[in-house]
């Protein structure tokens, strides 16, 4: 599967329709005046531009997202480590650090992750 390639915009937009969907367009529209400072176009035209891409469901006035946050925080993620780091995530990781360190808990979760993975358990 290949990335969705979301804008800032897009993915704070899509970010609202996960944490609240179901909603009526007319609960997007007050939430993103309140939360983006968006005009009721403006969410329209998003609300638009987000079905035709297949990313969300405007049905009867109700919409939903069609596709899980977790496979496009997957995708994007993917593909930002293939973009700008060659696709090496040890040197995605070394960058993310960049020698601020990280705590014994989360090098604790890191080591759990890496085992799995190499177990091929994956989730």
Known sequence: MEAY???????KFIQL?????PITSGELTKLSAEKLGWK?????TMIKKLTERGLVQ???TIVKSVV????VQQLES???????????LAAFVSAFAGGKG?????????HEIIDR???GDGK
């Open 117 to 119: 993975y190499r177990k």
């Open 5 to 11: 390639k979301l804008c800032e915009s897009d993915y």
């Open 78 to 88: 993917e593909y930002f480590v293939n973009h700008a780091f060659s696709g090496s």
């Open 40 to 44: 009721k176009s403006t969410t329209y």
């Open 58 to 60: 405007n049905k009867d």
């Open 68 to 71: 899980p946050k977790g496979l």
């Open 102 to 110: 990280i705590s014994d808990d989360e090098a604790k979760q890191l």
């Open 17 to 21: 329709i996960w944490e609240s969907e």
